[in-house]
């Protein structure tokens, strides 16, 4: 293992923050922009951020502030393996690492930010007796159903409907695929991180207070502990910077020229995020109706690339990467066909987007519910949110003509709500927003067990890298 100190002559500090991401480009990503905003609002703090020696090599070189370091700890199974297996080794093989990190680690962490699936993390912290902090990755709603309907075992196998708000709002099972039979392993790990969560001594949440109040409200009448909305965590500082990413595999001309030549609003943009994917005869169908239905499209995927350009005609462009945000924030692209992965999403609400939804895995039917159903800033690209509907091309057809039909009443109504929500994201983390003050309040109590754990004249990390065989 390998700790990547900060190039600074000398470093002294009394506040170290030790981070631990669900090792996924989901989970890594908010969390290191939450931490690139931690050191920006105090240069004091030191971050070491802890990724397996795959992701080290992944994302070691993407720009990041001088006391954000690196550490890594062994690779816990091949890339290729299934999903299921993948959780199963994070979930069992890395306890053990983490805990010699934490031996060989100076200084010492006074404070640790841990993805909140990884209850072995908040052990490790409590065996230690430092302060944890659980930051969960995706909506406040479905910590709801997991913490107070799946992990205490509240509904029978006949119930269809759950009250997933108190007395406020109702979803069919459909939307909370961990009560599936196939994800009986998955359910287990859920049910154990609701088991150690509330071990924790803070929570955080990547969402906006407005746009999940009433569960955010009921979740703090429940659960005793701080709880923090400070989303949204995406990339929002850099814009204005070239792209934040410099791997070169991942570059594919000029889309945002191509960008730049599209009409006002025109442009889908799709993305079916970085891990799951649709299935091979969904993918046809996609296909089929990209290039029948003369709407322009930027479409982002890693599979088949080069096919896919071939076949989608000349009114779309297909690449293996761009940056997201930035594409969503172009004046030409008019809706975003996605997932329903949380980051993307809320990147989605910054940009003032509307969205089709296709949920494929997970938290995603619940969040399409969300956009579709509580925001009203979207449509289903299927009928229901059954994650094994195929959808056929001339369906996908009608639908993106609609969707993408400007100047219909119904196309004005849901792009002047996505603009609403757009106000509301970019308010929350302004001055005086509602995640802005959290985020304040937060810096503010692991500042203060800082200063309660260290004397005031701290250890000096010095330069260099430090090895940890």
């Known amino acids: 293992m390998e700790v990547q100190v900060p190039s600074l002559a000398t470093v002294t500090t009394t506040r170290h923050v030790l981070v631990v991401p669900y090792p996924s480009r989901g989970h890594i990503n908010p969390m290191m922009n939450l931490c690139k905003l931690l050191v920006s609002q105090n240069t004091d703090i030191l971050v070491t951020f802890v990724v397996t020696e795959q992701w080290l090599r ?24 299934t999903f299921a297996n993948v959780v199963e080794a994070v979930m069992t093989k890395m306890e053990a690492p983490l805990e010699l990190l934490l031996h060989r680690l100076n200084p010492p962490p006074t404070t640790i930010l841990c993805d909140a699936f ?18 969960w990755t995706t909506t406040t709603s479905e910590l709801w159903v997991q913490y107070f309907h799946v992990f205490q075992q509240n509904l029978d196998d006949h119930q269809k409907l759950i009250d997933y708000i108190p007395s406020t709002s109702w979803i069919d099972r459909a939307y909370i695929p961990l009560l599936d039979e196939k994800n009986r392993q998955i359910l287990q790990w859920a049910q154990k991180c609701c088991e150690w969560l509330s071990k924790a001594q803070y929570l955080l949440l990547p969402s906006i207070y407005e746009l999940e109040s009433q569960v955010t409200d009921a979740l703090r009448a429940r659960i005793s502990m701080p709880i923090y909305t400070i989303g949204p965590n995406i990339p929002y500082f850099n814009l204005g910077e070239k792209s934040c990413y ?3 595999t991942t570059h594919d001309g000029n889309y945002i020229d191509w960008l730049d030549g599209q009409p006002v609003g025109s442009v889908l943009y799709i993305s079916y995020g970085s ?3 649709v299935s091979r005869a969904q993918m046809d169908e996609i296909v089929a109706a990209l290039h029948k239905s003369n709407v322009r499209f930027l479409w982002v995927t890693r599979e088949e690339t080069n ?5 989608c005609g000349d009114m779309g462009l297909v690449v293996a990467w761009c940056d997201q945000l930035r594409v969503l924030l172009h004046p030409s692209v008019g809706g ?3 997932h329903c992965g949380w980051n993307s999403v809320v990147e989605g609400v910054y940009a003032g987007v509307p969205f089709l939804t296709f949920p494929i895995a997970m938290d995603q039917p619940l969040i399409s519910k969300l956009i579709v159903e509580d925001w009203k800033v979207g449509w289903r690209v299927k009928k229901d949110d059954k994650l094994d509907t195929l959808v056929r091309r001339d369906e996908i057809v009608v639908l993106l003509r609609k969707f993408m039909h400007l ?12 603009k609403e929500l757009q106000d509301i994201a970019q308010k929350a983390i302004a001055k005086d927003g509602s995640s802005e003050i959290n985020f304040r309040a937060f810096m503010k109590n692991i500042l203060v067990h800082s200063e309660e754990s260290h004397e005031s004249n701290g250890p000096q990390v010095q330069n260099g890298v430090e090895k940890l065989n």
């Open 275 to 277: 891990f799951h994917s």
């Open 307 to 311: 096919r896919l350009k071939e076949i």
């Open 407 to 418: 100047d219909s009443d119904v196309g004005r109504d849901m792009r002047k709500r996505a």
């Open 246 to 248: 410099t791997n070169d």
């Open 118 to 135: 990884l209850y072995w993390a908040i052990a490790v912290g409590n065996r230690r007796n430092i302060p944890v902090a659980a930051f």
């Open 336 to 338: 975003y066909w996605t």
């Open 58 to 81: 992944l994302i070691a070189t993407e720009p990041k502030p001088h006391n954000i370091r690196l550490a890594s700890l062994p690779n816990i199974g091949p890339s290729s393996d």
